[in-house]
């Protein structure tokens, strides 16, 4: 037994169970945003050059010109949480936290 009252067994147990609560809260939490938005399956050649052009990408290395912050962004409908969104100027999915070349700050 420890001078805190717990053996060392015990404390590891309890170590181990905060810390799988913690990494279910932190999936939780991201499970609202999708991981990818790149699908093209079914858009035509064009679109798909058009995606290029622009140098869509699904995570923005810009700070602060992510697409929800666009004014062409179009979010997913309520109640589809985990979705991509779309976009005004490109065809196909748009990833919320993600960027492209044609990115217009919301007023």
């Not at 858009?43 to 602060?64: C, K, V």
């Not at 992510?66 to 969104?85: D, L, T, V, Y």
């Amino acid at each position: 037994m420890t001078r805190a009252g717990l053996t060392r067994r015990e404390w590891l147990r309890g170590a181990g169970i905060g810390l799988v609560v913690l990494g279910a809260a932190s999936c939780k939490r991201n499970a609202t945003l999708p991981s990818s938005c790149t699908d093209t399956t079914g858009l035509s050649n064009a679109d798909i050059q058009a995606r290029n052009a622009l140098a869509y990408a699904d995570s923005s290395p810009e700070p602060g010109k992510e697409c929800s912050g666009c004014q062409q962004f179009i979010a997913a409908p309520e109640g589809a949480e985990g979705k991509c969104g779309s976009c005004k100027l490109l065809k196909g999915p748009v990833h919320p936290k993600g960027y492209c070349r044609g990115f217009a700050a919301k007023a």
